[in-house]
């Protein structure tokens, strides 16, 4: 198993979901975050002043999936996510040692279906 963690910017939310229920994923966590990368902030004028926003917001996904769906989450992310432009986000991908349902108390690959 892997968990998939990605951060894109918050308009593209729909389209990524969009593109992730095509391929079969069920379940995913969605965080609003604060970030940046290369772009490191812009700055904005507000009543005539102008300032600096460092933090700019974001959305982080986290999937859990099976190895074999692992291609096809990251294909269909990248491809929603994409606007070509600088800060378009990121993608991390690490093993996942145990998933566990609670309700059921199942575990393993059965318990992300």
């Known amino acids: 198993m892997k968990k998939v963690e990605a951060i894109i910017k918050p308009f593209k939310l729909e389209e990524v979901k969009?593109?992730?229920?095509?391929?079969?994923?069920?379940?995913?966590?969605v965080t609003e975050v604060k970030g940046f990368g290369r772009q490191k902030g812009h700055k904005e004028l507000y009543r005539g002043a102008e300032y600096v926003v460092e933090f700019l917001p974001k959305v982080k996904l986290e999937i859990v999936v099976n190895d074999d769906k692992l291609e096809q989450v990251i294909e269909a992310i990248v491809k929603a996510a994409s606007t070509g432009r600088i800060g378009d986000g990121k993608i991390f991908v690490s093993r996942v040692e145990e998933a566990i349902r609670i309700r059921t108390g199942e575990s393993g690959e059965v318990a992300l279906s």
């Open 18 to 29: 969009e593109a992730l229920a095509a391929v079969g994923i069920q379940g995913l966590t």
